[in-house]
């Protein structure tokens, strides 16, 4: 914990410097910290995220989405920061499990209408990631996908197989994004851990450090693959409950919700040129089993295609 920064901060803001300040477990990426029960401060490793996420949530905000308001934002000392009220309630990844059928359908409910509300925002230009804006979304996906750097010689016969079939696909396939919708504020980082639920209401939306502006179909692959695996995305205390668990039925109460992000010409290809990165960051990260598991998931049968339109 970085006390002067904190101190720093909380003098700036006019908030007691012997507020109680402790670090939430959930944050993976960047330090996340509870201010006397009021305030969630971020320190962003990254000091192009604070402005990007500031603007970000003012427009959502301003829409009507429930997310949380932010109080300040800045850098000290070449550090980023971003102050902002705490939204009530816990995360829906510690309650979900203990829902009966009526909880999860209304809960999931609840939140295909934050999302319509985040798609109401719009755009001028696509960005994978923000603030760099492209006129097209295949110029956009394709300078954010990419094969390089990957020492294709030196891995293994299954590994180097999965990685020509991802690469072949994608090639093949690129054609798909020159039909693109308006670029909408998609959060692209939609799991239950980002989502806070209290006495049966959704009351937040929360960690926009990954929000795009692109296509609306573009949320669904984030969303896709938090339902097939998620205990990637849990907190590492709940994450052995969600050990054997993948959630079936709730991408089609999303889909009844919210039909249009799924009226998408060959939407499972789509899907699979999006998350196609997101495989290749497992492999340029060393984490070759991840690599395989999920190259065979997306790409080795029907499975997409069952789960979208099952």
């Known amino acids: 914990m970085n006390s002067t920064l904190i101190q720093s901060i909380l003098q700036k803001n006019n908030i007691d410097p012997a507020s109680t300040v402790t670090p939430f477990s959930s944050g993976q990426i960047n330090a996340v910290y509870d201010v006397a029960g009021t305030f969630v401060l971020k320190v962003e490793k990254s000091l ?9 949530l003012s427009l959502a905000r301003a829409a009507g989405a429930k997310v949380p308001v932010v109080v300040d934002a800045g850098t ?3 550090v980023g920061y971003l102050l902002m009220t705490k939204i009530s309630g816990r995360l829906l990844s510690q309650v979900w499990l203990g829902f009966d059928a009526a909880q999860k359908q209304s809960a ?3 939140l295909a209408q934050q999302l319509k509300i985040l798609h109401g925002v719009s755009f001028d230009g696509y960005a ?5 804006a492209f006129d097209s979304w295949k110029d956009a996906l394709c300078a954010y996908t990419d094969f390089s750097g990957v020492d294709v010689g030196g891995l293994d016969d299954r ?25 909408v504020l998609v959060h692209n980082d939609v799991h239950f851990d980002n989502v806070l639920y209290e006495n049966g209401v959704i009351t937040g939306i929360i960690d926009f450090d990954f929000a795009r502006q692109a296509p609306k179909d573009y949320e669904l692959w984030h969303i896709l693959d938090f339902f097939q695996s998620p205990k990637y995305f849990v907190d590492k205390e ?64 029907e499975w997409l295609e069952s789960v979208l339109f099952g």
């Open 238 to 301: 709940a994450a052995s409950l969600w050990e054997n668990f993948a959630l079936t039925n709730e991408l089609g109460v999303l889909r009844s919700s919210y039909p249009e992000p799924f009226a998408v010409p060959d939407l499972a290809s789509r899907i699979r040129l999006y998350v196609t990165e997101d495989i290749l960051s497992t492999l340029k990260s060393g984490a070759t089993g991840k690599f395989n598991e999920k190259v065979g998931a997306y790409f080795g049968g």
């Open 159 to 183: 590994t180097r197989e999965n990685f020509l079939t991802l690469r072949e696909f994608y090639a093949s396939h690129e054609y798909l994004l020159e039909d693109a919708g308006r670029p």
């Open 128 to 132: 994978i990631p923000r603030p760099l």
């Open 108 to 110: 999931m409910e609840q």
């Open 76 to 78: 000290i000392d070449g």
């Open 48 to 56: 192009d995220v604070v402005g990007h996420q500031s603007e970000i």
